[in-house]
């Protein structure tokens, strides 16, 4: 989003008085008394990176039911601290009030989903990450609150590849990037089956998009980790399922690289490589505002994998050179969506009628915003999202927080925690104009 439209409702500093650990929540609107957004933790974290990705949340949620605004928090620490879990665990209970009753949230870069879901319960006292937003839409139905719970620890937990522990959590936003890349690859008149890709990360999402655009018959040429990246030395193909079954624990984001050794011959790179290699499609799902020699970029269609992965001017640059970049709002919409499939309880538990859902909701805005090609892609969706955005506002979604008065804000400000906070949207005023 560009930069002079950030003007967020709400930022919440919190300071972790034992390491020096700075976290922020960026509330970019609330809709419906509610905003939703993931928590990352890492050393890049700034409260600017935030509001940008609050920002694409608020857009990314204006395409899915059922309304709600855009929010992110962010922990400045290394996740491989031995004292990050500490931390995480102060920062969730200094931002317990906002779980309680007005902040939805997930996983994000540096966190997984399981611990996200056993902090909200043991310092949040809620039963689930998204209770805001279940709550928000059963105000007066406990028993419904508690339905919609059960809906979600089902429907998060399905399995879809034991071997290579993907379940539902944690891989449908790789499912929905490689909807994404299908259907824009239609839009140009083209088939995914052959197409050579190479994905930036393999953890939730590089490997869930590697997992499901192989086997919709693309070749997968490389795919990088924190280690660095495995390329074919032919582009003849990476044997995904198999690399998939040797990533490491915790959070299975890293190829083994002894095993790798062991089973396979395939060479070894720097990690941000895979951005410059002679593909069809490139995929970046790893991390936010990449370093990037735009000259060097081959590939003519790029899906966002990961949040806000290039600036503005960036992408505006590889518009200018004809790369199509499927925007993040759209291609990893994935968990966003579950979970409001998942609130409102339309679609049956069960795997394939989840994931075809989203699937065909991705493939109709992706075609929608690509047949516009009349400036980048994601100005068209932007542009779409705010417009939908102010629809809700004016149907009577209120901006206001749940459960928080602007004086209960107020008395949660202490030596470690300052809130900053307006009563308006920015979809109510300047872009409403």
């Known amino acids: 989003m560009r930069s002079d439209a950030l003007n967020p409702m709400m930022v919440a500093h919190y300071t972790d008085r034992p390491t020096g650990a700075e976290a922020w929540l960026v509330v970019d609107t609330f809709l419906h008394g509610v905003a939703g957004g993931g928590v990352r933790m890492s050393p890049e974290v700034t409260e600017r990176v935030m509001t940008h990705l609050a920002a694409t949340m608020s857009m990314k949620l204006a395409v899915v039911e059922p309304p709600c605004g855009g929010a992110k928090c962010g922990i400045r620490y290394d996740p491989k601290a031995p004292d990050s879990?500490?931390?995480f665990a102060r920062v969730v209970r200094a931002f317990a009030p906002f779980l309680q009753n007005c902040w939805v949230t997930g996983s994000d870069l540096g966190t997984s989903w399981q611990e996200v879901v056993a902090a909200s319960r043991q310092y949040a006292g809620i039963p689930h990450p998204q209770y805001a937003l279940?709550?928000?839409?059963?105000?007066?139905?406990?028993?419904?609150?508690?339905?919609?719970?059960?809906?979600?620890?089902r429907g998060t937990s399905l399995t879809l590849d034991e071997a290579a522990h993907m379940q539902m959590s944690d891989s449908v936003t790789g499912w929905t990037v490689a909807a994404a890349t299908g259907e824009a690859l239609r839009v140009k008149g083209e088939d995914v089956r052959g197409k050579r890709v190479a994905i930036q990360g393999f953890g939730a999402v590089g490997g869930s998009a590697a997992k499901f655009l192989s086997e919709a018959g693309a070749t997968i040429v490389a795919v990088s980790d924190e280690l660095g990246a495995v390329v074919t030395k032919d582009m003849s193909g990476l044997d995904i399922d198999g690399l998939?079954?040797?990533?490491?624990?915790?959070?299975?984001?890293?190829?083994?690289?002894?095993?790798?050794?062991?089973?396979?011959?395939?060479?070894?790179?720097?990690?941000?490589?895979?951005?410059?290699l002679d593909v069809d499609v490139l995929v970046p799902a790893a991390g936010s505002h990449l370093s990037l020699d735009l000259q060097r970029v081959k590939a003519k269609l790029i899906v966002e994998g990961a949040n806000d992965p290039f600036t503005d001017e960036q992408e505006e640059l590889l518009y200018r050179r004809g790369v199509t970049i499927v925007p993040d709002a759209i291609a990893n919409c994935g968990s966003a969506g579950l979970y409001g499939l998942l609130v409102v309880g339309a679609v049956p538990l069960e795997s394939r009628a989840l994931l075809e859902f989203l699937r065909d909701e991705v493939q109709k805005i992706t075609r929608r915003v690509l047949e516009e090609d009349?400036?980048?892609?994601?100005?068209?969706?932007?542009?779409?999202?705010?417009?939908?955005?102010?629809?809700?506002?004016?149907?009577?979604?209120?901006?206001m927080p749940n459960g928080l008065s602007v004086g209960d804000l107020r008395s949660m400000e202490a030596q470690d925690m300052r809130i900053r906070y307006r009563e308006t949207s920015p979809y109510s005023l300047a872009e409403a104009v």
């Open 85 to 87: 879990k500490e931390v």
């Open 374 to 399: 009349s400036e980048p892609p994601r100005k068209v969706f932007e542009r779409i999202a705010r417009a939908e955005i102010r629809n809700r506002i004016a149907e009577g979604h209120s901006v």
């Open 134 to 153: 279940l709550k928000a839409y059963s105000p007066a139905d406990p028993a419904e609150i508690q339905r919609g719970i059960e809906r979600m620890t």
């Open 244 to 276: 998939l079954k040797i990533r490491k624990a915790p959070g299975y984001k890293v190829i083994d690289r002894e095993q790798l050794a062991r089973q396979y011959t395939y060479e070894l790179a720097e990690r941000d490589d895979v951005l410059y």
